[in-house]
Protein backbone atom coordinates (compact mmCIF):
# COMPACT_ATOMS: atom_id res chain seq x y z
CA UNK A 1 0.00 0.00 0.00
CA UNK A 2 1.44 2.89 -1.00
CA UNK A 3 1.43 6.11 1.25
CA UNK A 4 2.85 9.55 1.17
CA UNK A 5 2.96 11.89 4.28
CA UNK A 6 3.85 15.67 3.81
CA UNK A 7 5.68 17.45 6.34
CA UNK A 8 7.01 21.02 6.86
CA UNK A 9 3.94 23.19 6.38
CA UNK A 10 3.67 26.44 8.80
CA UNK A 11 3.35 30.42 8.42
CA UNK A 12 5.89 32.43 7.28
CA UNK A 13 6.02 36.39 6.26
CA UNK A 14 7.01 37.17 2.64
CA UNK A 15 10.19 36.81 1.84
CA UNK A 16 10.56 33.44 4.19
CA UNK A 17 11.61 29.96 3.35
CA UNK A 18 9.69 26.99 4.04
CA UNK A 19 10.96 23.00 2.86
CA UNK A 20 8.72 20.81 2.61
CA UNK A 21 9.03 17.14 2.93
CA UNK A 22 7.25 13.94 1.54
CA UNK A 23 7.69 10.57 2.97
CA UNK A 24 6.72 7.83 0.78
CA UNK A 25 6.54 4.25 1.80
CA UNK A 26 5.51 1.22 -0.52
CA UNK A 27 5.81 3.39 -3.42
CA UNK A 28 8.31 0.60 -5.72
CA UNK A 29 7.41 2.71 -9.26
CA UNK A 30 11.03 3.63 -9.80
CA UNK A 31 10.38 5.35 -13.31
CA UNK A 32 7.70 7.63 -12.72
CA UNK A 33 7.14 11.02 -12.05
CA UNK A 34 6.49 12.40 -8.53
CA UNK A 35 5.54 16.23 -7.92
CA UNK A 36 4.26 18.54 -5.86
CA UNK A 37 0.38 20.26 -5.62
CA UNK A 38 -0.87 23.21 -4.64
CA UNK A 39 -4.98 23.97 -4.24
CA UNK A 40 -5.34 27.57 -2.70
CA UNK A 41 -9.24 28.13 -1.17
CA UNK A 42 -11.76 28.56 -4.03
CA UNK A 43 -9.23 27.51 -6.27
CA UNK A 44 -8.27 24.09 -8.81
CA UNK A 45 -5.31 22.33 -8.09
CA UNK A 46 -2.09 23.16 -9.43
CA UNK A 47 1.12 21.78 -10.12
CA UNK A 48 3.81 22.94 -9.47
CA UNK A 49 6.62 21.22 -9.38
CA UNK A 50 7.71 18.14 -10.77
CA UNK A 51 10.84 15.38 -11.20
CA UNK A 52 11.34 11.97 -12.54
CA UNK A 53 13.54 9.78 -11.87
CA UNK A 54 16.64 10.33 -13.89
CA UNK A 55 16.35 14.29 -11.62
CA UNK A 56 14.64 15.85 -14.68
CA UNK A 57 12.57 18.83 -13.26
CA UNK A 58 10.20 21.07 -14.04
CA UNK A 59 8.14 24.17 -13.01
CA UNK A 60 5.52 26.32 -13.39
CA UNK A 61 6.31 29.68 -14.75
CA UNK A 62 5.57 31.54 -11.13
CA UNK A 63 7.51 29.73 -9.32
CA UNK A 64 10.32 29.41 -10.90
CA UNK A 65 13.66 30.00 -9.70
CA UNK A 66 12.20 30.21 -6.14
CA UNK A 67 11.40 27.00 -5.69
CA UNK A 68 13.15 23.58 -6.13
CA UNK A 69 12.32 20.36 -5.97
CA UNK A 70 14.51 17.20 -4.92
CA UNK A 71 14.05 13.92 -4.05
CA UNK A 72 16.74 11.19 -2.53
CA UNK A 73 17.88 8.13 -4.33
CA UNK A 74 15.75 5.80 -3.25
CA UNK A 75 12.88 8.15 -3.95
CA UNK A 76 11.89 7.58 -0.61
CA UNK A 77 11.34 11.31 0.46
CA UNK A 78 10.43 14.20 -2.18
CA UNK A 79 11.34 17.69 -0.89
CA UNK A 80 10.07 21.24 -2.22
CA UNK A 81 12.61 23.94 -1.33
CA UNK A 82 10.66 27.51 -1.18
CA UNK A 83 12.17 30.65 -1.02
CA UNK A 84 11.33 34.11 -1.58
CA UNK A 85 7.84 33.15 -0.62
CA UNK A 86 5.18 35.34 -1.42
CA UNK A 87 1.45 36.20 -0.17
CA UNK A 88 0.47 34.18 -3.46
CA UNK A 89 2.20 30.74 -2.28
CA UNK A 90 -0.29 30.67 0.18
CA UNK A 91 -2.24 27.31 -0.08
CA UNK A 92 -2.39 23.42 0.99
CA UNK A 93 0.27 21.61 -0.88
CA UNK A 94 0.11 18.20 -1.51
CA UNK A 95 2.90 15.19 -2.58
CA UNK A 96 1.17 13.39 -5.76
CA UNK A 97 2.89 9.90 -7.34
CA UNK A 98 1.97 8.26 -10.49
CA UNK A 99 1.40 4.41 -10.60
CA UNK A 100 1.21 4.08 -14.15
CA UNK A 101 3.54 6.20 -16.93
CA UNK A 102 2.22 9.42 -18.45
CA UNK A 103 3.64 11.62 -21.33
CA UNK A 104 5.95 14.32 -19.78
CA UNK A 105 3.18 16.76 -21.62
CA UNK A 106 1.10 15.86 -18.46
CA UNK A 107 3.09 16.58 -16.26
CA UNK A 108 0.97 19.17 -14.62
CA UNK A 109 -1.99 17.47 -14.64
CA UNK A 110 -3.45 15.90 -11.10
CA UNK A 111 -4.96 13.41 -13.67
CA UNK A 112 -1.50 12.05 -14.37
CA UNK A 113 -1.25 10.87 -10.15
CA UNK A 114 -2.59 7.89 -8.74
CA UNK A 115 -1.30 8.73 -5.08
CA UNK A 116 -1.77 11.46 -2.83
CA UNK A 117 -0.79 13.04 0.10
CA UNK A 118 -3.06 14.56 2.57
CA UNK A 119 -1.13 17.96 2.17
CA UNK A 120 0.47 20.27 4.37
CA UNK A 121 -0.92 23.99 4.76
CA UNK A 122 1.44 26.96 3.79
CA UNK A 123 0.17 30.07 4.82
CA UNK A 124 2.20 33.37 3.55
CA UNK A 125 1.39 36.59 5.19
CA UNK A 126 2.60 40.40 3.36
Known amino acids: QVQLVESGGGSVQAGGSLRLSCAAS????????MAWFRQAPGKGRQGVAV???????SYVDSVKGRFTISQDNARNTLYLQMNSLEAEDTAMYYC????????????????????WGQGTQVTVSS
Open 26 to 33: GYTYSNYF
Open 51 to 57: IDSEGTT
Open 96 to 115: AAQKSQWSWFFRFSAAAYSY
